[in-house]
């Protein structure tokens, strides 16, 4: 199947994603502040640059676009075009995921993955997954991944 754009057009539309700063991560942030929680952001320091880093919990949350990493779940589906292409990226991606979870375990740290698809449509309840999120950073569980 053809793309219904152009190449030029495909090209800026894919060079606006963002990769920091996204509505879903947005929406976690300001919800976790809301209660009470303070955290550093994008933080080089540690494996992955996680997109929520809380010292005070030892944990590291990461908030994943479903296509960008692969999802198994309704809003990701293999591209029709560049095949090859979107194959590496996505597979490379979700290899470097691995590491970096791998990395941040080894030095103790715990991990919290939200998934687009847990927040994003008209029937998402995103109280449900920050309760989620708050029973999880003020336990002791090592890992919390929230599916759609």
Not at 48 to 63: C, E, M, S
Not at 90 to 119: H, P
Request: glycine letters at 6%; one cysteine or more; hydrophobic letters at 35%.
């Amino acid at each position: 199947m053809t793309d219904v754009v152009d190449s030029q057009t495909r090209s800026r539309m894919m060079a606006g994603i963002q990769g920091k700063n996204t509505k879903p991560e947005l929406l976690i942030r300001s919800n976790l502040h809301k209660n009470g929680f303070r955290y550093r952001i994008h933080s080089k320091k540690l494996p992955g640059k996680p997109d929520l880093v809380l010292h005070k919990y030892r944990a590291v949350v990461f908030v994943n676009g479903c296509f960008w990493h692969g999802h198994n779940c309704s809003l990701f589906k293999w591209p029709k075009t560049r095949e090859d292409f979107w194959r590496n990226k996505i597979t490379r991606n979700i290899e470097n995921d691995q590491m970096n979870i791998d990395k941040l375990k080894s030095l103790n740290w715990r991990i919290c993955i939200i998934w687009e698809c847990s927040i994003k449509g008209a029937n998402k309840d995103i109280s449900k997954v920050i309760k989620k999120i708050v029973r999880w950073l003020n336990g002791k569980s090592m890992y919390l991944e929230v599916r759609g």
